[in-house]
């Protein structure tokens, strides 16, 4: 790959890595509900799934959008659902103990599928797909992939880590309820490209 293309690869994924977002949003909760460790499946998921949907995008997955334009909208209302859903899952979280188990972390193959309803992460991967792969065969799209991967996983890991700092100053229920019901309202307001593009 030229390296004016890998830099610039390199950006787009660093970029549309950090950001805030759906993902980044739960995993700045999940470290703060329940610590870095315990939330890497979950990071883990973000990291290997987006390989994962930039590769089957690539290879052509997303021709069924253009064949059948009804299937961007059945995406779209899905993701808005399940959004809500974690939304809500996340605002009434309570506080993890030592001696309960209340809640759990996303785990490995949830935080993988989550991707498929999501409608940014399919922007981002047909855009990686379209502007920065090198070619048109399977090696230049394994090569934007893998771009992607070694970029994401630090970045998602940025956020947990936030997470679990803010966690020292969420000692009590009423912060840690204040700070989960604003991180479900930020996820709620990251519905607003998806609703109105």
Known sequence: MDTHLLAALGAFAFVSSITPG???LMLMASGANFGFRRSI???LGIGIGFVVMVMLVGAGLAQV???YPVSHTILR???VLYLLYLAWKIAT???ATAH???GQPMTFLQAAAFHWVIPMAWSMALTAVTVYSPGPGLWAIAAVA???GVINLPSVSTWTMLGQGMARLLTNRTRLRAFNRTMAALLVASLYPVLWP
């Open 100 to 102: 309960t188990a209340a």
């Open 22 to 24: 759906p993902n980044n």
């Open 41 to 43: 499946p979950h990071m």
């Open 93 to 95: 979280a309570a506080p």
């Open 146 to 148: 893998l771009v992607f």
């Open 77 to 79: 209302t899905l993701s």
């Open 65 to 67: 959008f253009v064949a």
